[in-house]
């Protein structure tokens, strides 16, 4: 092989290799919105809004209201854990299984 053929297959592995690397970041793989039916209309909504980041919004009882925070998130294995520093923000650590999440005292979220 010339030395040629062989500094752009050196090349090429090099740019394949960042290119996957760059996928390992702190992008993760929940988007869209999950919902927990708290029953008489109200809910809990979580979007995945990209990176990590997300918009947790409380829903009044037969749609009375809304009271939302943004959050950060990271992911240790199936765990999630959701931070917040806006006012009436709380911790709240959450489980990816079966496609739902789901918190330690049962609440299930489902994606919409």
Do not use: W
């Not at 809304?66 to 959050?71: A, I």
């Amino acid at each position: 092989m010339s030395a040629s053929v062989k500094s752009s297959v050196t090349f090429l592995a090099v740019i394949a290799m960042s290119l996957g690397l760059a996928g390992c970041g702190k992008s993760s793989a929940f988007s869209g919105t999950y919902e927990a039916d708290m029953g008489d209309g109200g809910a809990v909504r979580i979007v995945f809004e990209g990176s990590d980041k997300a918009k947790v919004s409380l829903i009044g009882p037969g749609g009375q209201g809304e009271m939302s925070h943004h959050s950060v998130y990271t992911v240790d294995g199936k765990k999630l854990h959701f931070t917040t520093d806006e006012p009436f923000g709380a911790p709240m650590d959450l489980i990816y299984e079966n496609g739902e999440l789901t918190d330690d005292m049962g609440t299930v979220f489902k994606k919409k």
